[in-house]
Structure formats: structure tokens, C-alpha cells
């Protein structure tokens, strides 16, 4: 593989300039305020006026009224523009995705630590397209280089290409090369090509800083007289390590194809949104179900071997200028025609149309991977907790999203489970949003709950006792209990820092007439509760 390195000198300005065309012909200074607060506001760009007139990268903003009053004279004011990095990070990716015409591997650069020329050290300002092998003749590789300089000239963008062996040789070139060393059949874009062969050749006589090293170590490097790459090359490596760090040394083996470099690949955000403009206005539902389902058949198609279902889907419709939508919430994810169209049938008989519909549009706010899950060869007990982690059924899943389609919004309620030690509060009622995978809390496999839980603990007057001192009789004022056998105690208490901390001994018991219940005795004040009934 080979790397061509797309570098916009000046990407503040350049940014600026194309999104406002009427900051051309008028010298325009960058400036960025996430410089440290000693420092204020600097200057991260500016044009070739302003350089002249002795403004530069990196200087105070304060600083340039001064300047210009003394070398400005005969320019008009400059235009200072805070830099926006948001946008032009946003723009960079605009670009980036433009160049997958070229190569389907795209990437944003990721140094940031490094030393530009020109002064402007604002990153990312270069693309970085993997493509073949770099051949010896080099003709596709010139066509390459002048097709992507005239896409970016059409754009009103000054760039500088290289295309190399590798990514740190073409980024080195790109920024590092004499432009009187470039290929006169790529104008008006400055490129050089370089095969793999003449990669070493090329580098050495760039300067240490063309290795995307931190300041510090070039700084260093100076210090010792290496101002080249071909000079570093020269030094022990082991001796280079230890003085430098590894960063050098990788850097260069980058360079060099000595190492393989992995660069992260940029991909466009998915849209899942699929509209259809009406010829002629529709208030028929039945002509209208038929345009939701060929909308449907679309954004399935466009989920596809992704291995993702829908999990939320919303459909709109422009009703006479007026926006009207529904949206459905999913349990699993789905990829399922059929059961879709249901839903959306329901929903559509349901929603308010008050005039002509002249446009509809279906999207896929979320999506989720398939649930593939392997299937048991024994099935689980009845009473087995820790299978609280397998997957909503599909067809449970479905009964409660159609069921959320005919009744109204907040009818259908699931338990979810809490992080809370206090019975009263370890569960709440929530609606279904989102999916559902990893969402279940599972209890310890030997801990047992009864399925009723009372809202208010009823107090119990306890008589008798076992020979362990546990009672053998409750009263509750309508009704007596008789026990037979018990379990326990289990140890239920909230921290200390808890309003109405809570200590308790839990026990399972069993009456005479076999009904299970689960009660309590409060460790602060002696007395028992009734709390849960098993089934």
C-alpha cells in the first residue's frame, strides 16, 4: 500500500475564506482564545499581506494593532476572525468523504503535538488516502495527483500532495519539500511522487521536524547539531531511545517502512432517512400505508448486511406546511416487514391528518445490533435468577410493542431493577426506551424474593416461640399465622448516611397450611413486619 497526503497550508484561513468569500482581497488574521490565559487571544493564521506587514502565527492579539500602525501602512484594516474549530473540523470531514472517490480509505491526520511549517500548528489539516502500490513508472500515480489537485482547485482550496510508500514519507514531502522540486504537469496544485525505492533518498535531506516529533525533541535534536532526517539516521539507535524516548525513533521507522503505521479510517455518519415527495397530495390512508411500506422497504434495504435492526422509528408527514409525526419504540431490535408494517399501520390510524399530505418521510433514529444469542441445550428452571440475563422473547416483544401502539403512552409499563440494598426501593416502573440488552440487574443466584412484595410493610404481634427463640405464632389483627418451619436470618441494613437508616433480619417462613410468607424484625425497635408472599 501507498499514501497520498493531502495537506491545506493554512487550513484557519483557507476555512475562513471559503465560507466567507467576501473576506477575499482584504488581509484577514485568525485568531484562537484556547491559548493559556497569560497569553489571551493569538494568532493562529494569517495571509501573506499580513506576514508581510510582520504579523505571524503565535504572537498576541494585542500585538497586532501596534504592527499594523507601524508596517501597515497603505493596507486597509485587517478582518480578525475568532477561529471556529468546530467548523472547521466538520468542513475537513466534508472533504474527507468527497476524497473516498478516490480511495475507499480515508483518514483524518492525528498528530497534534508536531511542528508545521509557516507557523500555523492548528490540527488536523491533512487528509491522508491509502491507495496501491506505488509503481516505478509512476503514470497512474500522476494522474491521481493532478485529478485530486483539480478537485480541490475547483473548490477554491490551495493544497500540497505527495504521494509516497508510506504515511509519514508523504506527509514528511508534503510539508517539507522545496516547491521548486515539484511535478510542473500538477499545477496549480504543488505535488511531488516518490516510489518506494527513493523513499530514504528523499527524506534525508528534510529537516528533523518532517518526522511529526514533538517540539521537545526537535528542540533537543537542535541542540545536538542533527538538523536532518539523513543525520538521524546516522545515530545508534539504542543511545537515540534512551536520550529522545521511543516516540523518535517509531516515528522514523514510520518514515522509513520500517514499521506499519495503522491510521484510523474516517466514516460518514449513517443517516437512516428516507423521504418521498407526493406528485399529488394524499388524505387516503390506505394510499398512504402503501408509501410508509415502500419507505420501509428502502430503509430495510439501507440496514442490510450492517447486522443492525430498528429500534426506534419515526415517521412524518407535511400536512399543509405543517409538520406532524409518531414515532415507535422498539423492545429488540428489528428487522422484521411484517411486524414494522403492523406497527406502523396502528399508528397511522391513530395520528391526526388534518389537511392534504405532500411529503412523507420514515427514519431509523436508533439502531442496535441483531441479538444472536446460542441456544441452551437444557432450558432453565422456573426459578433459575441467574437466566435474568436471557434476551425478551421475540414474540413477548412483539405483544408489547403492538400493545404500546393500541393503548396510550405510558399504558405499558416493565419492573426494572435498582442498585438498592432496601426492599421497598430496589425496583421502579419505566417505560421501554432504548434497548433493553445489558439494562436487567440480576440478583445472586442463591438470593430468593418473594413474587408478591407489599407497598407498607404490615406489623405483625408475634407469640410463643421455638426452642431457637424464634415466635411461633403471628397475629396481624385479621388474621392468624401458624409457623411450621423457617429460614434465616438475612441481614438487611442501609448506610449510616441514609435518612431513616433501616436494620433488619429477614426470614422465609412456612405455616401449617403451607402458604410461604417473608417477614422481618427490626433491629432498631424489636418489632416483626409482614413483607412479601411467595406464590
Not at 520500517?258 to 491510521?263: D, G, T
Not at 422473547?393 to 393503548?407: D, H, S, Y
Request: hydrophobic fraction near 40%; glycine fraction near 8%; aromatic fraction near 6%.
Amino acid at each position: 500500500m501507498s499514501t497520498l497526503c493531502i495537506w491545506l497550508p493554512d487550513w484557519p484561513l483557507q476555512h475562513a475564506r471559503a465560507s466567507h468569500p467576501e473576506f477575499t482581497g482584504r488581509p484577514t488574521i485568525i485568531y484562537s482564545t484556547s491559548s493559556a490565559a497569560s497569553r489571551g487571544k493569538q494568532v493562529v493564521s494569517c495571509c501573506r499581506r499580513s506576514r508581510a506587514a510582520g504579523v505571524h502565527p503565535g504572537i498576541p492579539l494585542a500585538e497586532v494593532e501596534a504592527i499594523w500602525g507601524r508596517n501597515g501602512s497603505g493596507l486597509p484594516p485587517p478582518r480578525l476572525v475568532a477561529q471556529d474549530l468546530e467548523a472547521e473540523h466538520n468542513q475537513l470531514q466534508v472533504l474527507a468523504e468527497a476524497c473516498q472517490q478516490f480511495s475507499p480509505r480515508v483518514s483524518l491526520e492525528v498528530a497534534a503535538d508536531i511542528v508545521r511549517p509557516g507557523g500555523c500548528q492548528s490540527s488536523p489539516q491533512a487528509l491522508l488516502l491509502q491507495t496501491r502500490h506505488l509503481p516505478p513508472a509512476g503514470g497512474g500515480s500522476r494522474r491521481l495527483l493532478r485529478t485530486v489537485g483539480d478537485n480541490f482547485s475547483s473548490r477554491g482550496y490551495q493544497v500540497r500532495l505527495a504521494h509516497a510508500a508510506t504515511t509519514g514519507a508523504a506527509w514528511a514531502l508534503a510539508h517539507y519539500s522545496d516547491p521548486s522540486t515539484s511535478l510542473p504537469d500538477c499545477l496549480p496544485a504543488v505535488a511531488w511522487r516518490v516510489p518506494a525505492q527513493q523513499t530514504q533518498a528523499a527524506l534525508d535531506p528534510l529537516p528533523v521536524e518532517a518526522l511529526r516529533i514533538a517540539p521537545q525533541a526537535v528542540g533537543l535534536l537542535q541542540q545536538l547539531g542533527v538538523l536532518r532526517i539523513g543525520q538521524l539516521r546516522q545515530l545508534p539507535r539504542h543511545d537515540l531511545s534512551l536520550r529522545l524516548g521511543p516516540e523518535v525513533t517509531r516515528q522514523l521507522d514510520y518514515a522509513l517502512g520500517n514499521r506499519p503505521e495503522l491510521l484510523p479510517a474516517y466514516r460518514p455518519a449513517v443517516s437512516y432517512l428516507h423521504r418521498q415527495l407526493l406528485e399529488s397530495a394524499l388524505t387516503n390512508r390506505q394510499a398512504l400505508l402503501q408509501v410508509l411500506q415502500r419507505l420501509l422497504q428502502r430503509l430495510l434495504a439501507s440496514l442490510a448486511g450492517s447486522n443492525r435492526g430498528i429500534m426506534q422509528l419515526c415517521c412524518r408527514f407535511l400536512v399543509e406546511r405543517i409538520q406532524r409525526e409518531f414515532s415507535i419504540m422498539l423492545y429488540r431490535p428489528s428487522v422484521d416487514i411484517d411486524h414494522l408494517s403492523g406497527l406502523v399501520r396502528m399508528h397511522l390510524e391513530r395520528i391526526d391528518l388534518p389537511g392534504e399530505v405532500s411529503q412523507v418521510e420514515m427514519e431509523a433514529t436508533m439502531t442496535d445490533s441483531l441479538w444472536h444469542h446460542q441456544q441452551n441445550l437444557f432450558s432453565h428452571s422456573p426459578g433459575d435468577l441467574s437466566a435474568d440475563s436471557r434476551p425478551l422473547p421475540a414474540r413477548l416483544g412483539q405483544l408489547l410493542e403492538r400493545l404500546c401502539c393500541r393503548l396510550e403512552a405510558g399504558s405499558v409499563l416493565h419492573p426494572r431493577l435498582l442498585p438498592e440494598a432496601q426492599p421497598e426501593y430496589c425496583w421502579e416502573h419505566s417505560l421501554p426506551s432504548g434497548s433493553r440488552r445489558g439494562s436487567r440487574r440480576s440478583l445472586p443466584a442463591d438470593t430468593i424474593r418473594p413474587l408478591l412484595l407489599l407497598r407498607h410493610p404490615r406489623q405483625l404481634s408475634p407469640a410463643g416461640s421455638f426452642p431457637a427463640g424464634f415466635p411461633r405464632d403471628f397475629d396481624d389483627g385479621d388474621r392468624h399465622y401458624q409457623v411450621a418451619h423457617h429460614w434465616g436470618p438475612e441481614r438487611i441494613e442501609t448506610g449510616w448516611w441514609r435518612t431513616g437508616a433501616v436494620r433488619r433480619d429477614y426470614y422465609r417462613v412456612e405455616l401449617i397450611s403451607g402458604h410461604r410468607f417473608w417477614i422481618y424484625q427490626d433491629l432498631h425497635q424489636g418489632t416483626w413486619f409482614l413483607h412479601g408472599e411467595f406464590a
